[in-house]
């Protein structure tokens, strides 16, 4: 079974909690996705020393190198993916946007998580703009990455309701929560081929295609 399993880049930029919560699913014996490499974009993200505290690989491609070059900074994270054999790229609050090339080459295999019901609220400053807008509901979304920013093929989403008395802290500390089941259940379905895309749709071939519901999430695999 361990030669079969997807290994996997997870590329951070600050604290790494939704890192964490994949490096914890990892562990279990059957899930399809080994953790290969954790790389930040920023030498003292504090996820790196997290990452290192599990044993894992870690790398640093600090983006002030490179001077605005978008391009060349991204041959520099492509040589470290080729050079740790990686299936799969996870971006876990990975700040920079990557180039169309770049992004290309990973279609289909690179995930990112955004803390919004996508399409609403792409960018930053996301739960903020989701109680200005008076939204009821807010949540976050795990998707395939395409060129455009906070877009393409949605994977999972969970929704959380937006309270009378959130704060943007508040409602954060909600989603973050969500988001931290979302995402590694969102990579174990990848990882195991058991997602199909078409278009802007994507088909989920599992039992676990369904809505449960918890505490104070509803979680929309
Ligand atoms: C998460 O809330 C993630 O959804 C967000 O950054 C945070 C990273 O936290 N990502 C984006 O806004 C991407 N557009 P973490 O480092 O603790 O996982």
Same mark, same amino acid.
């Given at each position: 079974?361990?030669s079969?399993?997807?290994r996997?880049?997870?590329?951070?930029?600050?604290?790494?909690?939704?890192?964490?919560?994949?490096?914890d699913?990892?562990k279990?014996?059957?899930?399809p996705?080994?953790?290969a490499?954790?790389l930040?974009?920023?030498?003292?993200?504090?996820?790196?020393?997290?990452?290192?505290?599990?044993?894992? $690989?870690?790398?640093?491609?600090?983006?002030?190198? &490179?001077?605005g070059? @978008?391009?060349?900074?991204? $041959?520099?994270?492509?040589?470290?993916?080729?050079?740790?054999?990686i299936d799969?790229?996870?971006?876990?609050? &990975?700040?920079?946007i990557l180039?169309?090339? &770049?992004?290309?080459?990973?279609?289909?295999?690179m995930?990112n998580?955004?803390?919004?019901?996508?399409?609403?609220?792409?960018?930053?400053?996301t739960h903020q703009?989701?109680?200005?807008?008076? *939204?009821?509901?807010?949540? *976050?979304?795990?998707?395939?990455? @395409?060129?455009?920013?906070?877009?393409?093929p949605?994977?999972?989403?969970?929704?959380?309701?937006?309270?009378?008395?959130?704060?943007?802290?508040?409602?954060?500390? @909600?989603?973050?929560?969500?988001e931290?089941?979302?995402?590694?259940?969102?990579l174990?379905?990848?990882?195991?081929?058991?997602?199909?895309v078409?278009?802007? @749709?994507?088909?989920?071939n599992?039992?676990?295609?369904?809505?449960?519901?918890?505490?104070?999430?509803?979680?929309?695999?």
């Open positions: 079974m361990a079969s399993k997807k996997v880049a997870i590329l951070i930029s600050g604290r790494g909690s939704n890192m964490t919560a994949i490096l699913a990892a279990a014996s059957d899930y996705a080994k953790i490499l954790v930040s974009n920023k030498p003292d993200a504090k996820g790196l020393e997290t990452a290192a505290n599990h044993g894992i $690989a870690t790398e640093v491609v600090d983006h002030r190198s &490179f001077k070059d @978008r391009k060349v900074f991204d $041959a520099a994270l492509h040589k470290h993916l080729t050079a740790h054999r799969l790229v996870v971006l876990a609050g &990975f700040m920079r180039s169309a090339d &770049f992004v290309a080459k990973w279609t289909d295999k995930l998580i955004h803390p919004s019901l996508l399409p609403s609220f792409k960018g930053l400053d703009r989701a109680l200005d807008t008076g *939204c009821r509901l807010a949540g *976050c979304s795990v998707h395939f990455v @395409r060129a455009d920013m906070d877009s393409g949605i994977i999972a989403q969970a929704a959380v309701p937006v309270l009378d008395n959130d704060t943007a802290d508040s409602l954060a500390a @909600r989603i973050l929560k969500a931290h089941t979302i995402y590694p259940h969102a174990e379905l990848v990882a195991s081929d058991k997602v199909s078409q278009g802007m @749709r994507v088909r989920i599992s039992d676990a295609n369904m809505l449960c519901a918890h505490q104070d999430q509803q979680l929309i695999f």
